[in-house]
């Protein structure tokens, strides 16, 4: 089992800056993906960046304003948000994943005003 917990969340003005933390424990030598999805009110849950095992990291398109770090030693995974815009307000959800299952965490309510 693996447990995540999100932070770092809030409301932003257009162009500002968050950086979100995703502190992983239990089993999380398990874990060969480690990243973030994110779901808008009415849409579908969507990866905006996943770290692997490997080290390797993948991006989706529309974030190329983001930026995934990883601290083995605090077993955390950084979300580092700059040049926001109004269409990247959503839930973000830290995403774990071992060779049986997917783990979530609570999610932290990104907010970006125009």
């Known amino acids: 089992q693996v447990y995540l917990v999100e932070s770092g969340g809030g409301l932003v003005q257009a162009g500002g800056s968050l950086r979100l933390s995703c502190v992983a424990s239990?089993?999380?030598?398990?874990?060969?993906?480690l990243g973030w999805y994110r779901q808008a009110p009415g849409k579908q849950r969507e990866l905006v960046a996943e770290?692997?095992?490997?080290?390797?990291t993948h991006y989706a398109d529309s974030v190329n304003r983001f930026t995934l770090s990883r601290d083995n030693a605090k077993n955390t995974v950084y979300l580092q948000m700059d040049s926001l815009k109004p269409e990247d307000t959503a839930v973000y959800y830290c995403?774990?994943?071992?060779?049986?299952?997917?783990?979530w965490g609570q999610g932290t309510q990104v907010t970006v005003s125009s």
């Open positions: 239990g089993n999380i030598f398990s874990i060969n993906k």
């Open positions: 770290i692997s095992s490997d080290g390797s």
């Open positions: 995403h774990a994943e071992d060779v049986a299952k997917r783990y």
